[in-house]
C-alpha cells in the first residue's frame, strides 16, 4: 500500500524529508516486511504526532525500537 502525497507530507511536516522513506530498494533495510514507508522520529512528541496521523488516516502501523 503507498501512501498518498498529502498523507506523505504530512508525516514530512513532523519528522522532516530526511527521516522518512518509501523508496521500495531503501525500505527492506530497515525491516524485512513489506511497509509503505519507514519513519524514523526523534523524540517523544514525534512519535505520537505520528500515532495521531496514522490514527486520524486509518493507518496500520507497527513501531520497532532498535
Known amino acids: ?11 514530512e511536516d513532523v ?5 522518512i522513506c518509501d523508496d521500495p530498494v531503501i ?3 530497515y ?8 519513519i ?10 505520528i500515532v495521531r496521523l496514522c490514527n486520524k488516516h486509518k493507518l496500520k502501523f507497527r513501531p520497532i525500537c532498535t
Do not use: D, R
Open 15 to 19: 519528522v522532516g524529508s530526511e527521516n
Open 1 to 11: 500500500m503507498a501512501l498518498s502525497k498529502e498523507i506523505y507530507s504530512a508525516f
Open 27 to 29: 525500505m527492506p533495510s
Open 40 to 49: 524514523l522520529p526523534a523524540n517523544t512528541a514525534q512519535v505520537q504526532t
Open 31 to 38: 525491516y524485512s516486511a513489506e511497509f509503505a514507508a519507514v
